[in-house]
């Protein structure tokens, strides 16, 4: 019987490490919470909802904010002054987050 290699082991472990790495709160997910709540769910009307996104594509959303490829004000003051760490923590932390439910419409 052969060893299950550690490189192996490793990979595997690598998405549950990173979530891990999510369980506490960033320090500035304050400011992101007030429109997009605290787990990535809005709680403001068009303000889009952040959990269970990739990574990736919220560090690159961050990028395009912050440097003006996305023209939104508000969104360039809030993430101008963060390092690229705290743009990690804020896109680990959201990505980890369990996805919106479905809504369900109102009953006549």
Known sequence: ?????????????AP????????????QLGMCAACHGEH???????APNLAAQRVDY???AMH???????????MRAALG???EA????????????PPASPQTEASP
């Open 58 to 60: 919220l560090l690159d």
């Open 86 to 97: 705290q743009l990690k923590a804020l896109a680990t932390w959201f990505a980890a987050q």
């Open 40 to 46: 990535g769910i809005a709680v403001v009307p068009g």
């Open 81 to 83: 002054p963060l390092s």
């Open 16 to 27: 549950v490490a990173a979530q891990a790495g999510a369980a506490t709160p960033p320090p």
């Open 64 to 74: 395009q904010y912050r440097d003006g490829r996305r023209d939104v004000a508000v």
């Open 1 to 13: 019987m052969k060893a299950f290699p550690l490189w192996a082991a490793l990979l595997l472990a």
